[in-house]
């Protein structure tokens, strides 16, 4: 009840709730303390949609034989129908929907999660306000290190974020493997990949392996240097949604980057991205081969 007489002596012209879930708790008493206040939800990114292409790699990975199977399945590719269909039985997605229409305005980060709200759950398009990652990055002067200057693969994000440590698993199992056959192959010494993040668990830390050139360094003081000292940023996601702030931040330091449809999904505004995209293993092993090695390229 402390909230509710808080809210309604503070009597805020607009309300600005952080995910449905805090529009679930909240939304209601602020309807009914403050009818007058706009009520303004921020999705940060769809969360049913990152649990739909979860659910459906899951399915993907039942009929695996052992783990490094299981941990080479590829990339959802599933279009907007097939997304719908998945979410439309979801709890997550009709909690998250209604949480929708019931605030005055929802700010949107994707906008190709804007088409799947307003094509197949029928949202209107005024209740949704297109609002990404409001970031400039500095010009002129940057500084950045050049091709010579750089070293070794870079991926970084939360641990407890669950597309990240999924894609640490495509990684360890899958993708660095063919990566370093491909360098073996051109008779290359294979570079080292570094993986940040902060909230590593045990399990991760086990699989810290120097002799593979697989290092698990964790939290980083300093995102920025770690992106910008990097040659090339691995960003292997599987399932997610939302634009992703690791890509962001190799784009402001000038590192190409090799990720999947998903990783790029609402990023590129139809340019020309700065490294690769593929939802296939081995062209992504080839493309981390051609940009580290190509300073054209690069």
Known sequence: SSFDDFVRALQPDAVLFDRFFTEEQFGWRVALQCPQALRILDTEDLHSLRHARQQLLKAA????????????????????????????????????????????????????????????????????????????????????????????FVTIGNFRHEPNWDSVLWLKHCLWPLIRTQFANAAIVAPELHIYGAYPPPKAMQLHNPKEGFHIKGWAADAGAVMQNAKVC??????????????????????????????????????????????????????????YQQPLLW
């Open 61 to 152: 990975q039942k009929s695996t034989a052992d783990e490094k199977a299981r941990q080479s399945v590829a990339p959802v590719t599933a279009n907007a129908a097939q997304l719908y269909a998945q979410m439309g039985d979801s709890d997550m997605a009709q909690r998250e929907v209604a949480a929708i229409f019931r605030c005055d305005l929802s700010l949107m980060i994707s906008e190709m999660e804007i088409d799947l709200l307003h094509h197949y759950f029928s949202v209107p398009s005024q209740l949704l306000l297109y609002c990404p990652f409001l970031a400039q990055p500095p010009i002129g002067n940057l500084n950045l290190p050049d091709f010579s200057s750089r070293q070794h």
């Open 234 to 291: 691995l960003a292997p996601l599987r399932f997610g949604a939302g634009i992703k702030g690791k890509l962001m931040e190799a784009m402001h330091k000038g590192t190409p980057s090799i990720t999947t449809s998903i990783g790029s999904e609402s990023m590129s505004g139809g340019l020309a991205w700065g490294g690769a995209i593929t939802d296939d293993a081995g062209e992504f092993a080839r493309a981390a081969l051609d940009i």
